[in-house]
């Protein structure tokens, strides 16, 4: 078994090795015995790949996911898809304690296999509670505008979000995570990141309306208490009361 707690499901001329394993990503790197030729390489979920079982067999069951999944597919360019030398492949988007399968082959750009399939299986991580804190502000407030500065206190992975305050008045924090987790979680990718965040809401907001930044922890799951920060941005001016000065 490897150190990185995975287990190879068949051995062949690649090395694999799983690193940075968290509850919803990690990266796997492929080492080829032979640097110099091509081959197609993947990291998919364990339930996924087990709907192209072949009675059991890991390799059988394996090539026929490539057959059906990239060489059966017209719009998928093998040449674009094939690595060569060794190659670090992210995961994300996996939820805590998921089964996934990484694999390798040797294959050319006319879809044939030119080498046995090494293979590994392993889980991400369980959701584990963080001591990260956030240092939230709203500067720079207009009508439609206003700056956004996060800190977080740990270098771990958070999201963060704004919602208007017809969506969040009278709600308590558990309240406001069951909504954000039930109607919002498909945007979490787009808004999760590590590190300081400074963000600009340029012309994104409406004018004289309460708004609530909320910044959490997540790793394929809330591990965070919510942070929250309410601000209000001001009143549209009367066009009609604009004047305006020539010199």
Not at 23 to 51: H, I, M, Q, R, W
Not at 93 to 101: C, H, K, R, Y
């Amino acid at each position: 078994t490897p150190a990185d707690g995975t287990e190879y499901l068949c051995e062949g001329p690649f090395k694999i090795e799983v690193s940075d394993l968290m509850a919803s990503t990690l990266k796997v790197t492929f080492k080829p015995e032979d640097a110099s030729g091509t081959y197609y390489c993947n990291v998919v979920t364990t339930a996924f790949l087990e709907t192209f079982d072949v009675d059991g067999d890991i390799q059988e069951t394996i090539a026929n996911f490539i057959d059906k999944q990239v060489l059966s597919d017209k719009e998928i360019v093998l040449k674009d898809v094939l690595q060569k030398g060794e190659f670090v492949r992210e995961v994300t988007g996996l939820t805590p304690e998921q089964e996934f399968v990484a694999f390798a082959c040797g294959m050319d750009e006319d879809g044939n296999f030119l080498t046995d399939i090494s293979a590994i299986s392993g889980k991400t991580a369980e959701l584990k509670e963080s001591d990260m804190t956030f240092e939230v502000e709203i500067e720079q407030v207009t009508a439609t505008s206003a700056m956004l500065f996060i800190s977080p206190s740990e270098d771990e992975p958070y999201v963060w979000m704004e919602l208007p305050e017809d969506l969040y008045e009278g709600k308590t924090d558990k309240e406001i995570e069951d909504f954000l987790m039930r109607y919002y979680k498909t945007f979490f990718p787009s808004r999760s990141q590590t590190g300081e965040l400074a963000y600009s809401f340029k012309d994104n907001l409406e004018p004289d309306t309460g708004y609530m930044v909320i910044v959490f922890g997540y790793d394929g799951g809330i591990t965070t208490p919510l942070t929250t920060v309410e601000f209000r941005t001001e009143s549209a001016g009367d066009p009609s009361k604009v004047t305006f000065g020539f010199e």
